[in-house]
């Protein structure tokens, strides 16, 4: 009796152990898989671009007259002030060839004066008998042709008077000189680059932003400039430039800092992150990017219905941080699976995570 009762205690155990696994199986057999629901909103985000200082003025200062560099008075490194002496060009020559010129001109002035005062004379005796209208008209051609020598001549001292003055080079602003290209005895053409000067305490932040995150660009929001020490810096938006670089599909927009620039201690050229703010002008259907499958070229998501994963084509937009526009395939409210969906078969079921 004893076995008999023993022997259905074990069978019964059997049984159970085998039924609850059989339960195991059945329920693993479903894979579990975590989902989203497809959303129409507007999009707001933030967006970290690679940006750099800019300076407000940077230029190569050339000479405007030519000969042999006399003076050097300035190094790299050097703040100059606007109309501080840079250089000064050996002078002699063009001093001498002024000279002559404002000679020149001081006669041709005379010339003019006295061939005037001709024609004044012989017009006095129009009723005169002693009037010659053939003398009269020729001393008219003389005073043309010495009006004509007259402005000849000054333009002629005008431009060496200009030569002379501009062999004294000066700071077109105020500045550091990051450059310098000549030295004493060097001798220069017209339009020898000799510097390059910057001005390091006005400048702006230019970013290069991809392409197609321009026309999200929110101009009204403040971007920030992220130091390496965490510190921020505010800067508003002032232009965007229209042309896209074809290398990295980035447009250059300029932001204006509003900060002091002189106690910044930013360097011109220096880069930076830029957090940039992005807002849709209408609502966007998206959803999370991790829902996006590709099979045979084509972007596929998997959509629960009544625990049954559904595969659904959809055409995909604009990406943004953790989601991306869906232009069609997809519903509003439709759950879409984001988490287990790479195993999935099509019209398979499935067990839902719960969200943590």
Do not use: C, H
């Not at 001709?118 to 043309?144: G, T």
């Not at 004493?184 to 053409?189: A, D, E, L, R, T």
């Not at 599909?249 to 800092?257: A, L, N, Q, S």
């Amino acid at each position: 009796m004893k076995k008999i009762i023993l022997s259905i205690f074990i069978f019964i155990f059997i049984f159970i152990n085998y039924n609850i696994e059989v339960l195991d199986a059945n329920t693993e057999k479903l894979p579990k898989v975590s989902i989203k629901t497809v959303k129409k909103e507007y999009i707001s985000e933030t967006y970290i671009v690679t940006s750099r200082i800019a300076p407000f003025k940077s230029d190569t200062i050339s000479v405007k007259s030519p000969g042999p560099i006399e003076w050097v008075g300035v190094e790299v490194g050097d703040f100059v002030k606007k109309g501080n002496v840079l250089l000064k060009i050996e002078n002699d020559e063009l001093e001498a060839d002024k000279n002559d010129k404002e000679g020149e001109l001081s006669e041709s002035l005379a010339k003019l004066e006295l061939e005037e005062k001709k024609l004044d004379r012989l017009k006095s005796l129009m009723d005169s008998p002693s009037f010659k209208r053939a003398e009269y008209e020729d001393q008219i051609n003389i005073v043309k042709a010495a009006e004509g020598n007259l402005i000849k001549i000054t333009s002629q001292y005008n431009k060496a008077k200009i030569i002379y003055d501009d062999a004294i080079l000066k700071a077109p602003y105020s500045g550091v000189i990051s450059k310098r290209l000549v030295t004493k005895g060097n001798y220069v053409n017209t339009g020898t680059p000799v510097f390059e000067i910057v001005n390091n305490e006005i400048f702006e932040i230019e970013a290069n932003i991809p392409s197609d995150k321009i026309p999200l660009l929110n101009k009204k929001k403040e971007a920030e400039i992220i130091l390496p020490d965490g510190k921020i810096l505010k800067t508003s938006f002032r232009s965007i430039v229209p042309k896209e670089n074809p290398n990295t599909r980035t447009v250059i927009v300029r932001f204006k800092p509003l900060f002091d620039q002189k106690k910044s201690n930013l360097l011109i050229n220096q880069n930076m992150n830029l957090k940039i703010f992005l807002k849709s002008k209408k609502p966007i259907k998206t959803i999370v990017k991790d829902a996006l499958l590709i099979k045979n070229g084509s972007t596929i998501v998997y959509v629960i219905e009544d625990n049954i994963a559904k595969l659904k084509t959809v055409k995909i937009g604009t990406p943004y941080q953790d989601s991306i526009e869906i232009i069609e395939g997809l519903n509003v409210d439709e759950k879409v699976v984001t988490r287990g969906n790479e195993r999935l078969r099509p019209n398979q079921k499935v067990q839902i995570e719960e969200a943590k």
